[in-house]
């Protein structure tokens, strides 16, 4: 088991960056996966980047090239530069370890125009 805390959010002008973090209780480093999503008002919950274990990270089409995830020994960050109105959400933090999964309480992410 894992608890997440998730930090960073605010609001921010269209064009402008915001780095996410994701801190868990315990070591990261046996956890398979560890991602973000996220959620807008009337919105389905959406994959906005996962990093596992090795291998490159994945990104949702949306934010490639402008988001970048990364993880540490028990953080996770999503370093996000060049946001837009289309990013305001609420983001959550995931540890995905074999299935069974693990989320954070959310941070809310709002871009004004």
């Known amino acids: 088991q894992v608890q997440l805390v998730e930090s960073g959010g605010g609001l921010v002008q269209a064009g402008g960056s915001l780095n996410l973090s994701c801190s868990a209780d315990r070591n990261i480093f046996s956890i398979n996966v560890m991602g973000w999503y996220r959620q807008a008002p009337g919105k389905e919950r959406e994959r906005v980047a996962t990093?596992?274990?090795?291998?490159p990270p994945n990104y949702a089409d949306s934010v490639k090239g402008r988001f970048t995830i990364s993880r540490g020994e028990n953080t996770v960050y999503l370093q996000m530069n060049n946001l837009n109105p289309e990013d305001t959400a609420v983001y959550y933090c995931i540890a995905d370890n074999y299935g069974r999964a693990y989320w954070g309480q959310g941070t809310q992410v709002t871009v004004s125009s």
């Open positions: 990093i596992g274990r090795y291998g």
